[in-house]
């Protein structure tokens, strides 16, 4: 069965960088786009950044375009999201998603304070 291992979240200040990491298991991973999505407490959940199956092609939220930055090992099948310049409003649970099928890892905390 499709697993999706998030970790990497913690509590940083303003302007800080975290690296999340999703490890992929149960499916082919090269052969499936894959995406960060977001959600904060009272929010909706939010779709951060799409990677594309080989890795060439990616997308951005208008909110996190120029400071977060998604990648793929196809070798290993991890998932990165890294994550500069940090603000409050980045405050939210971080889940790794595979769109096809709608898996979800639990996902992991990030905490943004000023």
């Known amino acids: 069965q499709v697993q999706l291992v998030e970790s990497g979240g913690g509590s940083v200040h303003t302007g800080g960088s975290l690296r999340l990491s999703c490890a992929a298991s149960?499916?082919?991973?090269?052969?499936?786009?894959m995406s960060w999505y977001r959600q904060a407490p009272g929010k909706n959940l939010e779709w951060i950044s799409t990677?594309?199956?080989?890795?060439?092609?990616?997308t951005y939220a208008d909110s996190v375009k120029g400071r977060f930055t998604i990648s793929r090992d196809n070798t290993n099948s991890f998932l990165y999201l890294e994550m500069d310049k940090l603000k409050p409003e980045d405050t939210a649970q971080y889940l790794c998603?595979?769109?096809?099928?709608?898996?979800r890892g639990q996902g992991t905390q990030v905490t943004v304070s000023s």
């Open positions: 998603v595979r769109p096809e099928g709608n898996h």
């Open positions: 149960g499916f082919t991973f090269s052969e499936y786009p």
């Open positions: 990677i594309n199956r080989r890795g060439g092609g990616t």
